[in-house]
């Protein structure tokens, strides 16, 4: 029996990376899915390489910092699956900026998509859970918690993630909705996302071994570490956690 069977999942930025890990492991734990992402072709392979697994899936193209399309999501969830007991808010950006660096229009994009994409996946899926229950599960970072000069605009989206879970957690269990709200706070994890970040600050290689060198653990993350997080905070296992913040950074919160 699988940890999650019967239950149907939104994962938002699912084409790739940590979206798409979690996914494949909600699926192969019984799950039903419906997975966003703004990009077409990449929702598209998505859906096609989980479906050849055996998944219950279907994708729909979504910006998540649109009011519009989580109002359009929330509407097509209503209809097709009538009820809706997992939302991942996975997707995100991380553009290279300092304080000094970083304008106003690289700010309010981080802002829109890290934020309040995660703002408006809560408000839907509170809305959509709130007769019967459910989890969210919100990607916040390392950098909710500490800063990274390169990343301002991104610690600070990250950031309000990490204390925006712990409001959405208290209402839902003030008003007994039964609705669990957690953070999940990554290290570097190898993804596409990381790889272009770390290549937009120099040499690959050089500052792959830079951040390699800041993991106690002795290597960098894997999508699947995080994937399996999300698996137990989606799944009845977690029944007595919310309002927490997840780490899984392979010690780097450490040193």
Aim: overall charge negative; hydrophobic content about 45%.
């Amino acid at each position: 029996m699988g940890r999650v069977d019967g239950k149907t999942a939104l994962i938002t930025g699912a084409g790739l990376g940590l979206g798409l890990a979690s996914a494949g492991l909600l699926a192969r734990e019984g799950a039903k899915l419906v997975l966003t992402d703004i990009s077409p072709d990449h929702l598209e392979k998505a859906v096609a390489s989980l479906r050849a697994a055996g998944a219950q899936v279907r994708g729909i193209v979504q910006d998540t910092s649109s009011p519009e399309d989580w109002a359009r999501v929330e509407a097509d969830v209503r209809t097709v699956e009538g009820r809706l007991d997992i939302l991942v808010n996975n997707a995100g950006i991380a553009p290279i900026g300092t304080i000094e660096s970083c304008d106003m229009d690289q700010w309010r994009r981080c802002m829109a998509v890290n934020a309040d994409g995660v703002f408006l996946g809560c408000k839907t899926a509170v809305a959509l859970m709130k007769a019967h229950g459910g989890s969210i599960v919100n990607l916040s970072s390392i950098d909710g918690i500490i800063g990274e000069a390169d990343l301002a605009a991104y610690c600070a989206s990250k950031g309000a993630v990490r204390t925006l879970t712990k409001a959405v957690a208290v209402h839902c269990a003030e008003q007994a909705y039964g609705i669990r709200c957690n953070s999940i706070h990554p290290g570097y994890i190898w993804t596409p996302q990381t790889e272009n970040y770390l290549a937009g600050l120099g040499t690959l290689e050089t500052e792959k071994a830079k951040a390699l060198a800041r993991h106690p653990i002795g290597r960098l993350g894997k999508p699947d570490d995080i994937a399996y997080m999300v698996l137990y905070l989606a799944s009845d296992e977690s029944g007595f956690v919310t309002g927490a913040e997840m780490v899984v950074d392979g010690g780097y919160l450490m040193v």
